[in-house]
Antibody, heavy 124, light 106 residues
């Protein structure tokens, strides 16, 4: 059974940093792209970032480019999101999600499994 | 950047009704379009990938069609458990979700 468990969320002041982690199990982690997708309270889904299986292809939404960094450690079956210079508008539930395509050269494609999310609140 | 629009933003229909949601991309995205269902308090679920392919285990009353800039998602016979918000998602250039369509029972 595929499991994605996010951690690292919490309350943080504007301008500060936070690092999210995602522990993956139930599938061969280094065969698939991974994503971070967020959802502000009462709002729709917003893709944040994606990373290919070998970290060779990485993309970011314009809203986070230059502030957030996605990374993965295939030896630890883990995905990370380093979030710097946080803003109030980054407040959201952050989902770790698995790409559906086996060993694709990019992170593009469908997302077939999602974690339950970790809540990030940016407020003074 | 590719922008996605969906219509309607919300709809109410009766059990058994045929429900149709449209999704439009700001530029040609071929068939690089997926559809998701999100129930309140839950993570999204993939229903349709590559515009028209039904994800394994998803009921056949769900279907998708389209290519280029215009796409359609259909529930052939609405069931009470289909109450949810539905999102389209493109992956031709980066990844973008549509704003969502909330589906209720009348």
């Amino acid at each position: 059974e595929v499991q994605l468990v996010e951690s690292g969320g919490g309350l943080v002041q504007p301008g500060r940093s936070l690092r999210l982690s995602c522990a993956a199990s139930g599938f061969t982690f280094d065969d698939y792209a991974m994503h971070w997708v967020r959802q502000a309270p009462g709002k729709g889904l917003e893709w944040v970032s994606g990373i290919s299986w070998n970290s060779g292809s990485i993309g970011y939404a314009d809203s986070v480019k230059g502030r957030f960094t996605i990374s993965r450690d295939n030896a630890k079956n883990s995905l990370y999101l380093q979030m710097n210079s946080l803003r109030a508008e980054d407040t959201a539930l952050y989902y770790c999600a698995k790409g559906a395509t086996l060993i694709s050269g990019s992170y593009y494609g469908a997302i077939d499994y999602w974690g339950q999310g970790t809540l990030v609140t940016v407020s003074s | 950047d590719i922008q996605m629009t969906q219509s309607p933003s919300s709809l109410s229909a009766s059990v058994g009704d045929r429900v149709t949601i449209t999704c439009q991309a700001s530029q040609d995205i071929s068939n690089y379009l997926n559809w998701y269902q999100q129930k309140p308090g839950k993570a999204p679920k993939l229903l349709i990938y590559d515009a028209s392919n039904l994800e394994t285990g998803v009921p056949s009353r769900f279907s998708g069609s389209g290519s280029g800039t215009d796409f359609t998602f259909t529930i052939s016979s609405l069931q009470p458990e289909d109450i949810a918000t539905y999102y389209c998602q493109q992956y031709d250039n980066l990844v973008t979700f549509g704003p969502g369509t909330k589906v209720d029972i009348k």
